[in-house]
């Protein structure tokens, strides 16, 4: 009787872990608005890169990092300055963040890509001096 008692509670107890942990997870993953395909920066101005937070659930302090790069061609190498962001440590609750476009060279592939728990990617953009 003990065992059978063992088994039933030991069972009803892993279909609850299998629930619990089989349960998704809330992922921020806000896509971005700004900039837009075929934006150009120039050099040394102020910018602001946006995004939707409409799919954000839960309220959350997860905090971003926005990072500069390009696609060259048909390359899925994304080509990220992990070195020099151009922002961090700000709330993905806000939607925006603003900047100083950094000198680099002139380009029309550039992207952007916006980390919280996850990371999006703008579509392409120039920036000039």
């Known amino acids: 009787m003990f065992s059978a008692k063992f088994a039933a509670i030991f069972t009803a107890l892993v279909a609850v872990v299998t629930t619990v942990s ?3 997870a809330d992922v921020v993953n806000p896509p971005i608005t700004s900039p837009k395909a075929g934006d150009v920066w ?6 602001t890169v946006s995004w939707d937070t409409s799919s954000i659930v ?14 060259e061609g048909n390359s899925t190498n994304e080509h990220l300055d992990t070195r020099h962001p151009l922002a961090s440590g700000f709330k993905i609750t806000t939607g925006s963040v603003h900047f100083k476009v ?4 002139d380009r029309n592939d550039y992207i952007v890509v916006l ?13 000039t001096h």
Do not use: H
């Open 22 to 24: 089989a349960a998704p």
């Open 102 to 105: 950094p000198d680099v060279i």
């Open 58 to 71: 839960n309220p959350t302090d997860e905090t971003g990092l926005l990072l500069l790069g390009f696609l």
């Open 115 to 127: 980390f919280g728990d996850s990371g999006n990617e703008s579509p392409k953009f120039s920036i």
């Open 42 to 47: 120039t050099v040394g101005t102020e910018q």
